[in-house]
């Protein structure tokens, strides 16, 4: 019989997907034993290298994940590339069932001239590198400018805009690397503006984030009236979140502050603007060729309404004078190895409720199941939606446990005839406690490590 055979699984990737789907076949299957196999040397995904850094208690999922990892039915393998290292096969022959849940590791382009001149970077690999991503820790942005441009309507081009405009005391308080803070300190970007191709009705962040920037205690919103003038029409048939967060919007473009943040305002150094109906249509250059001096853009008009608004070139064009453009219009995944089905056009592994078409054994979670959006209670509950179908199927026979299966043994003396030594979670406690030590000196949570070789000398590989 197999029904005291042991479920051997291993999930690809150790952010919120990862986690959250060893967390239910944990809690759901008193046998199974769950292997995370992890790219960096360290766990947790953009939680630790996406999530902005002056959002602390977002980070308190890291201790249910610690958790997770504890269990004695949970081993955690880092500084192990999927597809590179060890091939998907490979992991569908150790084990019982392999689920995917490595991310979103690219980002969508803007596709126009210009954009590869210095100064233009995408809010991917500026986020990555105020968070101590490692293949980010050079770039060393250009922040002289003082006009910066964040293409982009997302919470992700909030959380850009508000590092570019806090107030240095609050970030140095922070995990936020070093060298971020060593640039940012000496930043001389005054303004931020955000354009979006569409309207205030279809932003497409939170209000959470936008009340942030609102209270930013050093910058003042620029909001054009004209922007929301009888946007209250609009507002009777849409749902509440977007009610609330369009008012907001509207309150601030439209109404006197109260005296104390009117004050504040005044003398507020800095400021940021949400410019609306605006696309880009080239970077230009100056006169030497090389640096990003102005974006120009389509003015655009709006067809139809709501969520499914198109924007459409009204034939104006505009330029607006800035060194610095960080484009923030989305994540992308890509495909981990050729075995894998991809759906390259929707940037996802094509599933039903997890399970990979066309390939039994194989499940998939988080961003690389639905496409990058949606916070980390949306990728928790999908990821138990996919824990659950993978449980399911056990009971149905569907995935049939073969036998025992050989699970980390094997790719243990794989991994060993490549020379790759794998990261154990008991080697990133030892990581974290030294972050910990060396933030501690200075007044932060912790001072991320960036060079992974310095993490693998730590433990002493
Ligand atoms: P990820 O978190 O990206 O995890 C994927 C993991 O897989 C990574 O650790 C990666 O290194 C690993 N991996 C990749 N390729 C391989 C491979 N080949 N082999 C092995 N491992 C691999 N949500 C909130 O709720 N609040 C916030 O404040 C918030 N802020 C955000 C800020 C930013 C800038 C971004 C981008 C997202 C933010 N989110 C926030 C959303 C949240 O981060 C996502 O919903 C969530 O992280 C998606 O989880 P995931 O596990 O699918 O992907």
Same mark, same amino acid.
């Given at each position: 019989?197999?029904?005291?055979?042991?479920?051997?699984? %291993?999930?690809?990737? =150790?952010?919120?997907?990862?986690f959250?789907?060893?967390?239910h076949?944990?809690?759901?299957?008193?046998?199974?034993?769950?292997?995370?196999?992890?790219k960096? $040397?360290? $766990?947790?995904?953009?939680?630790?290298?996406?999530v902005?850094?002056?959002? *602390?208690?977002?980070?308190?999922v890291?201790?249910t994940f610690?958790?997770?990892?504890?269990s004695?039915?949970?081993?955690?393998y880092?500084?192990?590339?999927?597809?590179?290292?060890?091939?998907v096969?490979?992991?569908?022959?150790?084990?019982h069932?392999v689920?995917?849940?490595?991310?979103?590791?690219?980002?969508?382009?803007?596709?126009?001239?210009?954009?590869?001149?210095?100064?233009?970077?995408?809010?991917?690999?500026?986020?990555?590198?105020?968070?101590?991503? *490692?293949?980010?820790?050079?770039?060393?942005?250009?922040?002289?400018?003082?006009?910066?441009?964040?293409?982009?309507?997302?919470?992700?081009?909030?959380? /850009?805009a508000?590092?570019?405009?806090?107030?240095?005391?609050?970030?140095?308080?922070?995990?936020?690397?070093?060298?971020?803070?060593?640039?940012?300190?000496r930043?001389?970007?005054?303004?931020? %503006?955000?354009?979006?191709?569409?309207?205030?009705?279809?932003?497409?962040?939170?209000?959470? &984030?936008?009340?942030? !920037?609102?209270?930013?205690?050093?910058?003042? *919103?620029?909001?054009? @009236?004209?922007?929301?003038?009888?946007?209250?029409?609009?507002?009777?048939?849409?749902?509440?979140?977007?009610?609330?967060?369009?008012?907001? !919007?509207?309150?601030t473009?439209?109404?006197?502050?109260?005296?104390?943040?009117a004050?504040?305002?005044?003398?507020?150094?800095?400021e940021?603007s949400?410019?609306?109906?605006?696309?880009?249509?080239?970077?230009?250059?100056?006169?030497?060729?090389?640096?990003?001096r102005?974006?120009?853009?389509?003015?655009?008009?709006?067809?139809?309404s709501?969520?499914t608004?198109?924007?459409?070139?009204?034939?104006?064009?505009?330029?607006?004078?800035?060194?610095l453009?960080? =484009?923030?219009?989305?994540?992308k995944?890509?495909?981990?190895?050729?075995?894998?089905?991809?759906?390259?056009?929707?940037?996802?592994?094509?599933?039903?409720?997890?399970?990979?078409?066309?390939?039994?054994?194989?499940?998939?979670?988080?961003? /690389?199941?639905? +496409? $990058?959006t949606?916070?980390?209670?949306?990728?928790?509950?999908?990821?138990?939606?996919?824990?659950?179908?993978?449980? &399911?199927?056990?009971?149905?026979g569907a995935l049939?446990?073969?036998?025992a299966?050989? +699970? =980390?043994?094997?790719?243990?003396?794989?991994?060993?005839?490549?020379?790759?030594? @794998?990261? =154990?979670?008991?080697?990133?406690?030892?990581?974290?406690?030294?972050?910990?030590?060396?933030?501690?000196?200075?007044?932060?949570?912790?001072?991320?490590?960036?060079?992974?070789?310095?993490?693998l000398e730590l433990?002493?590989?």
């Amino acid at each position: 019989s197999t029904a005291d055979v042991a479920p051997q699984i %291993c999930i690809v990737g =150790s952010g919120p997907a990862g986690f959250y789907t060893a967390q239910h076949l944990l809690k759901h299957h008193k046998l199974t034993q769950v292997d995370i196999y992890e790219k960096l $040397p360290v $766990p947790f995904g953009l939680v630790r290298f996406g999530v902005a850094p002056d959002h *602390p208690e977002v980070k308190n999922v890291i201790n249910t994940f610690t958790q997770t990892a504890h269990s004695d039915r949970c081993s955690f393998y880092g500084n192990v590339t999927v597809g590179k290292d060890i091939t998907v096969e490979e992991l569908r022959k150790a084990y019982h069932a392999v689920v995917l849940s490595y991310g979103a590791e690219d980002n969508q382009t803007l596709g126009i001239p210009g954009e590869d001149l210095a100064g233009v970077y995408t809010a991917r690999a500026f986020v990555g590198w105020y968070n101590g991503l *490692p293949e980010n820790r050079y770039l060393k942005p250009d922040l002289s400018s003082e006009t910066a441009v964040v293409v982009g309507h997302g919470n992700v081009a909030l959380d /850009v805009a508000r590092i570019l405009l806090s107030p240095l005391e609050i970030l140095r308080k922070t995990d936020i690397t070093e060298e971020a803070l060593i640039e940012l300190a000496r930043s001389k970007v005054k303004r931020v %503006c955000l354009i979006g191709r569409r309207g205030p009705l279809q932003v497409a962040f939170t209000i959470k &984030e936008l009340r942030e !920037m609102i209270n930013l205690p050093s910058a003042r *919103p620029v909001l054009d @009236p004209a922007d929301f003038k009888g946007i209250g029409d609009a507002l009777k048939d849409v749902p509440r979140p977007r009610k609330r967060l369009t008012e907001l !919007m509207a309150k601030t473009a439209l109404e006197e502050p109260a005296e104390e943040v009117a004050g504040r305002w005044v003398s507020a150094s800095r400021e940021w603007s949400l410019k609306f109906l605006r696309s880009p249509l080239q970077v230009l250059p100056t006169a030497d060729g090389k640096q990003a001096r102005a974006i120009r853009m389509a003015v655009t008009r709006l067809e139809g309404s709501g969520d499914t608004a198109k924007a459409i070139p009204t034939g104006e064009v505009e330029e607006l004078l800035c060194g610095l453009i960080l =484009s923030s219009i989305g994540y992308k995944s890509l495909p981990i190895d050729p075995s894998v089905p991809f759906d390259p056009k929707r940037g996802v592994i094509p599933n039903n409720l997890g399970r990979v078409l066309g390939a039994p054994g194989l499940y998939c979670s988080g961003w /690389v199941k639905r +496409g $990058p959006t949606g916070v980390i209670i949306t990728t928790m509950n999908d990821s138990f939606d996919t824990a659950q179908s993978l449980l &399911e199927d056990l009971h149905s026979g569907a995935l049939v446990l073969s036998g025992a299966k050989e +699970g =980390s043994e094997m790719v243990r003396s794989i991994l060993e005839s490549r020379k790759i030594q @794998p990261v =154990s979670f008991l080697d990133w406690e030892k990581i974290d406690a030294a972050e910990v030590a060396r933030g501690k000196l200075v007044g932060k949570p912790r001072e991320k490590m960036v060079d992974p070789h310095e993490m693998l000398e730590l433990i002493g590989h």
